[in-house]
């Protein structure tokens, strides 16, 4: 029996029913409009999923390293570093290693003369952070270096830190200078000399220490009476 063709579909194509394999077909959504959401065709994949970006907490976890903490001698961190780097150099076991790091933050501090300086400063003395693809030979290469003491976990054994941990230190680390918390050398009743400003030469006390504004209030001897004044720290030095 002859099969019937619809004339309004001509021979040569499918139909919508009967489309070829691994094709489809797209339709129109009058849903979406304008104000839709729109996804840039470079971040689809080819299996149509859009790439997500990575929270800082998923891309520590989305590796094989761990990072984990020994415990060294207090002011042999920056030796036990070096010690690790220079052994790791032409060993089969470097590629079983990451970073190695001193965590460290940068402090914005004044001086005795009121000179502004940044320094930087250890916030966790006698700790390394070490990470690492943890295994025995791992274990005992990290063990064998002579100013580590023992890995920071449960009897001395490594215990990786969690994902949330190794982002709040690494961040405290990668801070800017603005946001860390400077170090003042003033304190109430301190015996200051007043170097710039309209009170220069002056002489006073401390009355009041703002860390904050990085400020302090003096009081100086104006006309024969105690006068207290507001001085930036960059105003005013400690008297030798």
């Known amino acids: 029996m002859n ?18 394999e ?7 959504n009058p849903a979406q409009d304008e104000s839709s959401p729109k996804v840039d065709e470079a971040e689809v994949h080819t299996t149509g999923e859009v790439d ?45 290693f990451g970073e190695i790091v001193i965590p460290t933050e940068k402090v914005p ?20 952070m070490v990470e690492a693809e943890m295994d025995d030979r791992v ?5 064998s270096v002579p100013s580590i003491i023992s890995f920071v976990g449960p009897k001395g054994a490594p215990s ?15 801070e800017h200078e603005e946001r860390q918390v400077t ?29 904050d504004k990085m400020k302090l209030k003096v009081t100086v001897t104006i006309f024969g009476r105690p006068t207290p004044v507001e001085l930036n720290f960059t105003e005013v030095e400690l008297e030798r």
């Not at 982002?167 to 990668?174: A, H, S, T």
Request: net charge positive.
């Open 3 to 20: 099969e019937e063709i619809d004339p309004k579909i001509p021979a040569d194509e499918p139909s919508q029913g009967n489309l070829p």
């Open 22 to 28: 691994g094709d489809s077909e797209v339709q129109p």
């Open 52 to 96: 997500v970006p990575q929270t800082p907490v998923e891309a520590v976890r989305s590796t094989t390293k761990r990072w984990y903490v020994v415990r060294t001698y207090s002011g042999q961190e920056g030796k036990t570093v070096a010690y690790l780097e220079s052994q790791l150099k032409d060993s089969d076991l470097k590629a079983k």
């Open 109 to 128: 501090t004044i001086s005795e003369s009121g000179k502004k300086k940044v320094k930087t400063r250890n916030f966790m003395p006698g700790y390394v």
């Open 139 to 143: 274990k005992a290469f990290i063990q």
């Open 160 to 174: 990786p830190l969690r994902p949330d941990e190794v982002v709040r230190l690494k961040g405290r680390m990668d």
């Open 183 to 211: 170090e003042v050398p003033f304190k109430i009743s301190d015996k200051v000399k007043v170097i710039s400003g309209p009170f220069s030469t002056f002489k006073g006390e401390v009355s009041e220490v703002n860390e």
